[in-house]
């Protein structure tokens, strides 16, 4: 969460974030610069709780198996991706969090279990699979996703991250916004 909450923090995120098409290999893309960041604050979590280096590897495992399977472009038939997302964050799910609607980003942080969203409240469903535009509208154009760019992007200066190059603010039609976190959609 606070990755997308803190400035400074975003500024590397967002190499994942701008990834136009969500698929496993969006799962890998993060910039060194937040991988170092990550890997500080396991150590400190892991000093402070005294892990096994056993017990951390099993926790290892399962979530970046989780990280692979939801951003995966995987389509399980609707009903048990409905199920499953009631527990465990689901591709549909977590494709909503990639959305290029501001609004949506902002919700599904969940990285293994869907209950974190619950509880905070930024549990967001209801969106129609086939509306979702993938990336940061600011950062779409083809030159920006290139290896050079996405690794100079966090000491750039940032552009407003949910408009397009041309100044057009992404929106979703109002309907679908106020569907909320009901059910998830096909």
């Given at each position: 969460?606070?990755?997308?909450?803190?400035?400074?923090?975003?500024?590397?995120?967002?190499?994942?974030?701008?990834?136009?098409?969500?698929?496993?290999?969006?799962?890998?893309?993060?910039?060194?610069?937040?991988?170092?960041?990550?890997?500080?604050?396991?150590?400190?979590q892991l000093s402070l709780i005294g892990a096994s280096a056993w017990a951390f590897a099993a926790y290892q495992f399962v979530f970046q198996a989780e990280v692979l399977f939801h951003h995966s472009n995987l389509r399980l038939p609707i009903g048990l991706e409905r199920?499953?997302?009631?527990?465990?964050?689901?591709?549909?799910?977590?494709?909503?969090?990639?959305?290029q609607v501001e609004r949506e980003n902002k919700s599904n942080f969940g990285t293994v279990f869907t209950w974190w969203d619950r509880l905070h409240r930024t549990l967001?469903?209801?969106?129609?699979?086939?509306?979702?535009?993938?990336?940061?509208?600011?950062?779409?154009l083809p030159e920006d996703n290139q290896l050079g760019n996405a690794l100079l992007l966090p000491f750039r200066k940032q552009r407003d991250y949910w408009r397009r190059p041309d100044g057009a603010l992404v929106e979703r039609n109002r309907r679908s916004e106020e569907a909320g976190s009901g059910r998830l959609a096909d």
């Open positions: 969460l606070a990755n997308h909450r803190v400035p400074f923090l975003w500024r590397f995120h967002n190499v994942h974030h701008i990834d136009p098409d969500l698929d496993v290999s969006t799962a890998l893309r993060f910039h060194f610069g937040e991988i170092a960041f990550s890997a500080g604050f396991n150590l400190i199920g499953l997302s009631k527990i465990i964050v689901t591709p549909r799910m977590h494709g909503i969090h990639h959305s967001g469903l209801n969106v129609p699979q086939s509306e979702i535009v993938v990336g940061i509208p600011a950062y779409s």
